[in-house]
């Protein structure tokens, strides 16, 4: 009788260590719903103020915690009986193994590599799990506290900018690419007047601090100032937008668009000539603000350079020159004469008028794609925006580096600050709102499921601190303008 070999014995050995465990893993499968019964029995027989919806996430998310971590552990069983395998192997024999030569220090560097895959894998598995546990407390905590109050329906084409008037009456205003800024009634969400005065794409507006003025920059190379007059309609009931029948996210396609047609945009007043044009850029102007007192106006373009105009003659006071790129936005300060626009350069800049004799500029490096946008806070604080998905918290008198950087999974477009709350709000490429505080803490993120929020990209917001129905808007190449209520407190609260 032919007698077996040291190696064939190990071999065999390990291949029937392999199927008992392979027969317990069957095991384990086959009684997996016999422990999930089990285990919802027990907590349903605990006293629990959650609620029976919550309660079941949490056991199914618990439970998929369990199941990850019992095969990680069979598999690091196996890995460690087949390591076992290969010591006692070539301790007895010293052979070889794939044809080469494997000793002591080899089989301890292999057996090393497979425990960090091991203790990456389990990691990663257990960082997984938890985040999505915490995502599902996130959402279900941001629907309670941010609701979504009224929709903005008329544009026939994507929505680059919303604001809101600064006096009364305070309306909601929207720029767009087709040709067109709508205002709007806030409470009621009807179109009071159209401004068609633009041949191109309407990029940005802005209200006068003090009258009832807009100013609008558009693609026709362009700025207009207008007057508007309004009367509010008388608010009506209406359904309530914030009634969830589930707890998924919805994906949607581009037949869940509102098609612009059925809303009131087309019989509303409209308004054809401008009381002012200014005219000085060679390109796009992408954005337009004004300065402080309202006697000055500030454009960029996408000729690389933001022109300063005075509003009452139209004439160009100053040409702001020194960005390498086009520029995508520009924001003045509230209370100071100062002016910072942001560029496809990476950088931003701070272009300083409170000395009518020295226009000092200062350059913000820190970005590595375009800066989409950086607006003025409460006090000597910038924020910007940028593609390379970052938000940044500057200080304007150490622009060496951020005081604070909040990294995102999607670029993000046109910020907003809260002055009065400090909340940043954070509208992406993927749909998606965020809102942060100064430091880089998140909040919250805006509810976007059962057909609530955006569609396509969101493209700029807005804060309004003082309305009591509205205190936050969107707007997205959707074709439509959201309005949301977040309550501060609370909010502030969960943080």
């Not at 919550?54 to 890995?79: A, D, H």
């Not at 090393?112 to 279900?140: D, M, N, R």
Request: hydrophobic fraction near 35%.
């Amino acid at each position: 009788m032919p007698i077996e070999s040291g190696s064939c014995a190990a071999a065999r050995q390990a291949k029937q260590k392999r199927k008992s465990h392979s027969l317990s893993i069957r095991r384990t499968n086959s009684s997996e719903q016999e422990r999930a019964g089990l285990q919802k029995d027990m907590l349903e027989g605990q006293d629990s103020k959650l609620p029976s919806s919550v309660r079941n996430t949490l056991l199914e998310l618990f439970g998929q915690i369990e199941r990850e971590f019992e095969n990680l552990y069979i598999e690091n069983l196996e890995l460690r009986r087949e390591i076992e395998t290969l010591n006692e192997r070539l301790a007895a024999e010293g052979q070889t193994i794939d044809g080469a030569e494997l000793s002591k220090g080899q089989l301890k560097t292999k057996a090393s590599h497979s425990t960090s895959q091991l203790s990456q894998k389990l990691k990663t598995t257990y960082k997984a799990s938890t985040s999505k546990i915490v995502s599902s407390f996130k959402t279900t905590t941001s629907r309670a506290i941010c609701q979504l109050v009224k929709e903005y329906v008329g544009h026939r084409d994507g929505i680059w900018d919303v604001s809101v008037a600064k006096t009364q009456p305070v309306v909601l205003g929207t720029a767009s690419a087709d040709h067109t800024a709508l205002l709007w009634s806030i409470e009621t969400g009807k179109c009071l007047v159209k401004y068609a005065g633009h041949v191109g794409s309407v990029n940005s507006i802005k209200f006068h601090p003090t009258e009832q003025v807009a100013l609008t920059a558009s693609g026709d190379q362009t700025a207009h100032i207008w007057r508007y007059i309004v009367q509010l309609p008388t608010p009506q009931p209406t359904a309530d937008c914030n009634q969830m029948s589930g707890e998924d996210e919805i994906e949607f396609s581009d037949k869940d668009e509102p098609d612009g047609d059925g809303d009131g945009s087309s019989d509303c007043p409209t308004i054809r000539v401008p009381l002012t044009s200014l005219k000085s850029h060679q390109g796009v102007v992408i954005a337009a603000d004004w300065l402080v007192g309202g006697k000055q106006a500030v454009t960029a373009s996408w000729d690389r350079t933001a022109n300063l105009y005075d509003v009452e003659t139209s004439e160009l006071v100053h040409s702001l020159t020194g960005h390498d790129q086009e520029l995508t936005h520009c924001c003045t300060h509230p209370t100071q004469r100062l002016v910072v626009t942001s560029s496809r350069d990476t950088t931003f800049r701070l272009w300083d008028f409170r000395d009518p004799s020295i226009h000092s500029v200062n350059v913000f490096q820190g970005h590595t794609d375009t800066v989409t946008s950086a607006v003025f806070t409460v006090g000597d604080n910038v924020v910007s925006g940028s593609d390379d998905r970052t938000v940044k918290v500057w200080d304007l008198k150490n622009m060496r580096s951020p005081i604070a950087t909040i990294r995102t999974d999607s670029a993000v477009n046109r910020i907003n600050v809260c002055v009065g709350q400090r909340i940043i709000a954070l509208p992406h490429d993927n749909r998606q709102v965020r809102l942060f505080d100064m430091s880089g803490v998140r909040l919250a993120r805006l509810p976007r499921s059962n057909r609530q929020g955006h569609r396509r990209m969101v493209c700029c917001s807005a804060w309004s601190e003082d309305h009591p129905i509205c205190n936050l808007f969107t707007c997205g190449f959707d074709r439509q303008a959201i309005g949301w209520n977040i309550n501060i407190p609370a909010l502030l609260q969960e943080k």
